[in-house]
């Protein structure tokens, strides 16, 4: 394995920063999910993100999410990595940093953009006296909420980040991260699914934001995105990028072609086997494409 073991995620980004390559983030609800994102990573030998929003935290459990993370870091010795996704209360950020969490999103994205500041800033505090090592990601530009097949583009999507918003919200919060606007959106239109359509990013802007901000930058809703954008973004300065709907329409997939498969079956373990095969190779290709050089 090319990755030295037990380093930070910090250490993990600045190679990756310096190496042009990007993380893959991906989302889980499930140990299906999880496993099958575990399994892409080792197979690839790649460090890997997982997230859970607070949807899919209230779920899993915060503390649970927590201890499957370590059970991998403990048994594997394995660079894996844990985000609190889109956390929008103080509370909520508090307890994922309380559990061990390695990042934490702070999303004010839906705010006025001065009150994002506010609350960002209020945020990093009190992350950061829970754990000083933990890395604070703040959003600005609004690119949607769900991760989902969605009907349209959301209201208000579209619109890019400028360079100076950037530079004006990494002064004024002093996150570790930044997530911005750039073409990007969460979920994806049917026609995306069926791969008629792709997300397109703007990749000057990439570049343009990067020289501002000059921190790491995630590249959120990545479901749908061209390759080649994909590419570009990751050279032009996006370290982290997130994949979840893809994720979502693997697993659902995967679990109907496992009871359809096996109608009298009733052990869970055999039939979610195509669920976790189609998760996984899902993260495989994204993983692979993030860390091509
Ligand atoms: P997608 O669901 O569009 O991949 O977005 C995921 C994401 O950005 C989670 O934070």
Same mark, same amino acid.
């Given at each position: ?29 499930? %140990? ?13 030998? =790649? ?23 370590? $059970? ?9 990595? !844990?985000?609190?996704?889109?956390? +929008?209360?103080? $509370? ?18 839906? %705010? ?47 619109? !890019? ?27 994806? !239109? ?10 397109? =990013? ?7 934001? &990067?020289?501002?901000? &000059?921190?790491?930058?995630? !590249? +959120? ?14 050279? $032009? ?42 998760? &996984? ?7 692979? =494409?993030?860390?091509?050089?």
């Amino acid at each position: 394995m090319e990755i030295e073991l037990m380093m930070s995620l910090r250490d993990v980004l600045k190679r990756a920063e310096a190496n042009k390559v990007a993380v893959g983030h991906f989302n889980f609800s499930d %140990l299906v999910a999880f496993n099958a994102i575990v399994a892409a990573a080792r197979d690839k030998e =790649l460090p890997v993100m997982v997230g859970v929003s607070e949807g899919e935290r209230e779920f899993t459990g915060v503390c649970q999410a927590a201890a499957l993370v370590k $059970a991998i870091r403990d048994e594997y010795n394995y660079p894996i990595f !844990l985000n609190a996704d889109h956390t +929008h209360s103080i $509370a909520h950020a508090e307890e994922a940093a309380k559990a061990g969490f390695d990042e934490v999103i702070f999303d004010g994205s839906a %705010l006025p953009f001065d009150e994002n500041i506010k609350q960002t800033r209020r945020a990093i505090e009190a992350i950061k006296s829970i754990n000083p090592a933990i890395l604070v990601e703040g959003e600005i530009g609004w690119i949607g909420a769900s991760s989902a097949v969605i009907e349209k583009v959301p209201e208000g999507v579209g619109v !890019l980040t400028t360079p100076e918003e950037a530079r004006q919200f990494v002064d004024a919060t002093k996150v570790d991260v930044l997530a911005p606007a750039v073409g990007n959106m969460h979920g994806m !239109l049917a026609s995306m699914v069926h791969g008629d359509v792709q997300k397109r =990013l703007n990749i000057d802007r990439i570049a343009e934001i &990067k020289a501002a901000a &000059k921190i790491f930058m995630t !590249l +959120h809703g990545g479901s749908g995105t061209n390759d080649d954008d994909f590419k570009r973004a990751i050279k $032009a300065g996006m370290t982290i990028v997130h994949v979840n709907t893809e994720i979502r329409i693997a697993w659902r997939r995967g679990v109907e072609a496992g009871l359809a498969a096996e109608p009298n079956e009733v052990a869970p373990y055999k039939i979610l086997k195509p669920a976790f095969e189609a998760v &996984k190779k899902v993260v495989s290709s994204r993983i692979e =494409l993030f860390s091509s050089k």
